[in-house]
């Protein structure tokens, strides 16, 4: 008892710290001596960064070779009497089919968010950057995390993305920005989770989006 509550002091501890932490916007290039205002976003497009799909596919990988060890335990059920190679099979049975609808799981998040956040930044960005020059968004999503809502209550938590803005000159293709944003909420307890919000994660997403919208307002120029 006592190392479970040393675990979560530790661990409300480093949320607390991570919260203070800076959030938003980091340039890579920023739109120095680039005049905003002129800007005529044309397109948006979203997609998940490589490091981020070599993550998914790691966990995808994990859980078909956790599938196969499970099929081979089917098969060759272990135990001296056929009632508990029964049972080794029925639970064998269940934890493959557990690891399945997790890969389905992480497959169908993967593309919620790519289409979450595109129309979250298109809904921020709609009917704004109206001008002469044709500009192209790349968002490039780097990580994307929720803390289940029965989490926050027990031990806290925090929901977070991160990604990589390019903003491009239609007629040219020249890089004309390129930021990393960070977006960061953490919370614990019942207040946390009336902090939190009915709808967190699309507070998350319109949060990213307006400080891209900030980028393209020539907030972040130098």
């Not at 289409?115 to 990580?143: C, E, M, P, W, Y």
């Not at 993305?161 to 293709?173: E, F, P, V, Y």
Request: include cysteine.
């Amino acid at each position: 008892m006592k190392q479970l509550i040393k675990f979560i002091s530790i661990f409300l501890a480093a949320v607390f710290f991570t919260a203070c932490t800076p959030k938003g916007v980091q340039p890579i290039q920023s739109l120095s001596g680039v005049d905003v205002a002129d800007f005529n976003l044309t397109n948006v497009n979203v997609g998940l960064s490589p490091e981020f799909i070599a993550r998914v596919e790691k966990q995808i990988t994990d859980e078909e070779e956790y599938i196969a060890s499970q099929k081979e335990l089917i098969e060759n059920p272990p135990g001296r009497t056929s009632l508990r190679r029964r049972d080794a099979t029925k639970v064998a049975q269940k934890r493959l089919e557990e690891s399945e609808n997790k890969i389905n799981s992480i497959r169908e998040e993967m593309v919620a968010i790519e289409t979450d956040v595109s129309t979250g930044i298109q809904k921020v960005l709609a009917d704004k950057f109206l001008g002469s020059r044709n500009v192209s968004l790349d968002v490039l999503i780097n990580s994307f995390a929720m803390t289940n809502g029965g989490a926050v209550i027990l031990v806290g938590g925090s929901d977070s993305m991160t990604g990589l803005i390019r903003i491009k000159d239609d007629q040219s293709n020249e890089l004309l920005g390129e930021y990393h944003i960070t977006d960061f909420d953490a919370n614990s307890g019942l207040i946390g989770m009336m902090a939190r919000g009915g709808n967190p994660r699309g507070s998350m997403i319109r949060q990213f989006s307006e400080k891209i919208s900030d980028v393209l307002a020539g907030k972040y120029s130098e």
